[in-house]
């Protein structure tokens, strides 16, 4: 397994309670060297470092632990001004670079049951986002997302699915083919998660949430293919484009005013588009700025998304 000792620390350090929370994280280690002098003495931390040190040298659920003082560790864009939005440790299986170059990552997110019609069409625009050497980034969750996925495989692209349970216990259970599948054709499983919840129905419903904060972290552009209105069997999809655009990140939706302004499962993309928030996918460039084609998606760049060499994030914080 791939693991820093600064990593193995803080994860030892998360498991004890050393750690409380990703806010407090942020706010009290600043730098790799403040949190080793913060827990230089901790007991409870030396025991759990020696005792995770045993346990990674069986363990092939993981390929790989990075922490935010990796180099590996991707890009959080400064936008991100929530410290309890930051992540600090991912756990990991398959190919972590896919996350070193975010500009090339695009998040195409739904609701779990679409129709045929929209599962046509996001296949279109996923075929159209592999031609142009985009990285399809999903939750994995029934609908939407495992269409997105797969779709991406089909076509011989890489995808990345960010999952809200371990990475050894897949979300729902029937996508375990589709995660393995995943990492053999060179993409990459990632979870802030290494156990379960203790308590499951409370407890997931927070991770659930927490996913699509990252599923918005880490792509440039998040595209809501079809979701219904909010209390009207949305999915999560609108935690996901709320935080994109919070974030400063490109939100997009898949919607065709004649036919899909009477479409319930279409309902949400509709609300965003009335508050015009969003951009709408077009298949041809248009003068209008409220449309974006897919080839602008492309070459669509966020500069603070862009990774500078030999550079730590610590000042980030």
Same mark, same amino acid.
């Given at each position: ?172 259970? #029937? ?34 949430? #927490? ?62 588009? #009335? ?43």
């Amino acid at each position: 397994m791939n693991i820093s000792d600064i990593a193995l620390k803080i994860w030892a350090a998360q498991i004890v309670g050393t750690i409380p929370s990703r806010a407090q994280f942020h706010k009290l280690y600043n730098s790799e060297s403040n949190f080793l002098s913060a827990i230089k003495d901790d007991i409870q931390v030396i025991d759990m470092v020696n005792q995770l040190t045993k346990e990674i040298e069986t363990n092939t659920a993981l390929d790989g632990v990075i922490c935010i003082f990796d180099q590996d560790f991707p890009l959080i864009n400064p936008t991100v001004k929530a410290k309890g939005d930051r992540p600090y440790l991912l756990f990991y299986k398959g190919d972590i670079s896919l996350l070193h170059h975010l500009n090339n990552n695009v998040a195409v997110i739904g609701h779990t049951s679409p129709s045929e019609n929209i599962q046509k069409r996001e296949r279109k625009i996923v075929s159209q986002l592999v031609k142009e050497e985009q990285v399809i980034v999903s939750g994995l969750a029934k609908g939407c997302d495992v269409i997105a996925h797969e779709e991406c495989m089909r076509l011989a692209g890489k995808t990345i699915a960010i999952l809200p349970s371990p990475i050894n216990e897949v979300l729902p259970k #029937e996508h375990t083919k589709q995660a393995k599948q995943i990492v053999e054709t060179g993409g990459l499983l990632i979870s802030e998660y290494y156990t379960s919840p203790s308590n499951p129905r409370f407890e997931m419903t927070k991770r659930y949430i #927490e996913r699509d904060r990252l599923q918005a972290m880490f792509a440039k552009v998040v595209i809501l293919i079809a979701s219904y209105a909010v209390k009207k069997g949305d999915s999560g999809a609108r935690h996901a484009m709320n935080k994109a655009l919070k974030y400063k990140h490109q939100a997009c939706v898949m919607y065709d005013e004649k036919q899909d302004s009477h479409v319930d499962e279409m309902e949400l993309n509709k609300q965003f588009v #009335e508050a015009g928030s969003v951009k709408v996918l077009a298949k041809a460039a248009r003068k209008n700025p409220a449309f974006i084609t897919i080839d602008e998606i492309a070459k669509y760049r966020i500069s603070t998304l862009e990774r500078v060499t030999s550079t730590k994030q610590d000042n980030l914080f």
